[in-house]
């Protein structure tokens, strides 16, 4: 940990303690579910036990991030049963279900996720990422964009309309 000393008086402390990736576990569910908000944790456990149903099926990953002990973020890689839209024909894994705790935004959690996510589609025979977005969210699909990933499908759905972007699986590379 640093401590600086700024010349208004003001502190900044650094903390260097790693953030950790690695698939998510059973026991992650109820502080997965948590990181929805106390509106939306009832709901989000209901579909995150059918995800972790699908993970021992091997339909899809899910990847958790944390620090010092806590679940901050998570990502969630769908590798079978893609929508024909969604994958395009190709050998596609779909990037969803990525949330990062409010305190944990803009540190780069979420692209150590993807990159994460890539190695691990690509392990399982994935050569395209894609990724939905909601069309009114720009930051996500600017940050997307920054990332390699491009627009190439849109649909509206129960919840909007939607943006898919995708790219090429690279392994560590974003």
Known sequence: MTIE??????HRVTIDTPIEIRRAAPEDLEPMSELWG??????????LRRYFDEQR???QTGLVAM???ALVAQMWIRHRHLDRGIADGRRAA?????IVAEPFRRLGIAEALTRAAS?????RGADVLTIGVDAP??????????????AYHATTD???????LRRRSYGERP
Do not use: I, P
């Open 5 to 10: 000393v700024a010349a208004d008086g003001s």
């Open 38 to 47: 106390s509106e939306r944790r009832l709901a989000q456990r209901r579909v």
């Open 57 to 59: 099926q091997r339909v």
């Open 67 to 69: 620090f010092n002990g």
């Open 94 to 98: 779909y990037l969803h279900t990525l």
């Open 119 to 123: 190695c691990e589609a690509e392990a």
């Open 137 to 150: 969210n720009d930051y996500a699909r600017r940050l997307y964009e920054k990332w390699g990933f491009k």
């Open 158 to 164: 129960l919840r909007g309309e939607l943006v898919f």
